[in-house]
């Protein structure tokens, strides 16, 4: 089992910056990714941002040149830079991280945090 905590959402003006983190800690060693999803109210989540444990990236393209996901790995914590919000931002965000074992795909969520961009 993984847990993950959000922490850094808030509200914001458009253009303006906030900096989310997830916190991860339980079986860490069996992740082999981290990232971001989103959910606006009537919408389906989305991905963000995600980072696997070999570097790899992936952005949405609603986020590209924005939007900067990295990690600590000496912290068990994986970070969503977030610039140039735009009030379409507007989101609940929630840490993902999923492990692929001998079962399959296993998916764990944070509670999530919530992101409000002010035009």
């Known amino acids: 089992q993984v847990q993950l905590v959000e922490s850094g959402g808030g509200l914001v003006q458009a253009g303006g910056s906030l900096r989310l983190s997830c916190a991860a800690s339980g079986s860490i060693n069996s992740i082999n990714a981290m990232g971001w999803y989103r959910q606006a109210p009537g919408k389906q989540r989305e991905m963000v941002a995600l980072?696997?444990?070999?570097?790899?990236?992936n952005y949405a393209d609603s986020v590209k040149g924005r939007f900067t996901i990295f990690r600590d790995n000496a912290k068990n914590t994986v970070y969503l830079q977030m610039n140039s919000l735009k009030p379409e931002d507007t989101a609940d965000y929630f840490c993902?991280?999923?492990?692929?074992?001998?079962?399959?795909?296993?998916?764990?969520w944070g509670k999530g945090t919530l992101v409000t961009v002010s035009s």
């Open positions: 980072i696997t444990n070999g570097g790899n990236i």
């Open positions: 993902n991280a999923y492990e692929v074992g001998w079962s399959g795909k296993i998916d764990y």
